[in-house]
């Protein structure tokens, strides 16, 4: 049995697809978008998608955002990142999560899906959010990030997260 990653082989190694996504703040409320589009259609959360070639985090970050709401990142804090293992798929995906309070332009619909501003102790009693948001909504709009973590999604679906704010540092479960 073939073990590592090394130089010589990329058997066995992940492949992981990036995904950033920007939480716009404006005093109480999140900006969200209700998805129009697999993934998540129907769901609610922040805007987001994948990284393109040649772009870095921040730079699809800020496309993402316009894209999805016709507002643009001024600037942007790092919030966090959360590493997705879907059972039975050789891609993983890693979500690198952005704060911004610092934007310009109006939110407007896209054909990623319809926006709104929301209250964010509202966003979590709403039945339509998607799971990951909720999770994250502690750390990231509350001030606990960066937030670091993973989700185990097994084949039927069901989620197993691990989340940490900043300064906790457990060590990785054994599998």
Same mark, same amino acid.
């Given at each position: 049995?073939?073990?590592? =990653?090394?130089?010589?082989?990329?058997?066995? =190694?992940? /492949?992981?697809? +990036?995904?950033?996504?920007? /939480?716009?703040?404006?005093?109480?409320?999140?900006?969200?978008?209700?998805?129009?589009?697999?993934? %998540?259609?129907? @769901?609610?959360? !922040?805007?987001?998608? #994948?990284? @393109?070639?040649?772009?870095? +985090? #921040?730079?699809?970050? !800020?496309?993402?955002?316009?894209?999805?709401?016709? =507002?643009? $990142?001024?600037? $942007?804090?790092?919030?966090?990142? +959360?590493?997705?293992?879907?059972?039975?798929? &050789?891609?993983?995906?890693?979500?690198?999560?952005?704060?911004?309070? &610092?934007?310009?332009?109006?939110? #407007? &619909?896209?054909?990623?899906?319809?926006?709104?501003?929301?209250?964010?102790?509202?966003? +979590?009693?709403?039945? &339509?959010?998607?799971?990951? %948001?909720?999770?994250? !909504?502690? %750390?990231?709009?509350?001030?606990? /990030?960066?937030?670091?973590?993973?989700? #185990?999604?097994?084949?039927?679906?069901?989620?197993?997260?691990?989340?940490?704010?900043?300064?906790?540092?457990?060590?990785?479960?054994?599998?």
């Amino acid at each position: 049995m073939e073990r590592g =990653c090394g130089m010589e082989s990329w058997k066995g =190694c992940a /492949y992981t697809a +990036l995904i950033v996504f920007g /939480y716009l703040v404006r005093g109480n409320k999140v900006l969200i978008v209700r998805r129009a589009n697999e993934p %998540y259609k129907g @769901q609610r959360t !922040v805007p987001g998608g #994948r990284k @393109q070639r040649g772009e870095t +985090l #921040r730079e699809a970050a !800020v496309r993402e955002v316009e894209e999805e709401t016709g =507002c643009r $990142m001024r600037s $942007m804090e790092y919030a966090g990142m +959360l590493h997705a293992l879907v059972e039975g798929r &050789d891609m993983e995906y890693l979500s690198v999560y952005f704060l911004s309070r &610092d934007f310009e332009g109006e939110p #407007r &619909d896209s054909e990623e899906g319809t926006v709104e501003w929301m209250d964010i102790d509202e966003s +979590l009693t709403m039945e &339509d959010m998607h799971p990951t %948001y909720l999770r994250l !909504v502690p %750390y990231i709009l509350k001030g606990n /990030y960066p937030v670091e973590g993973s989700v #185990r999604i097994s084949a039927d679906g069901e989620s197993e997260y691990r989340l940490f704010g900043p300064g906790e540092h457990p060590a990785p479960e054994a599998r």
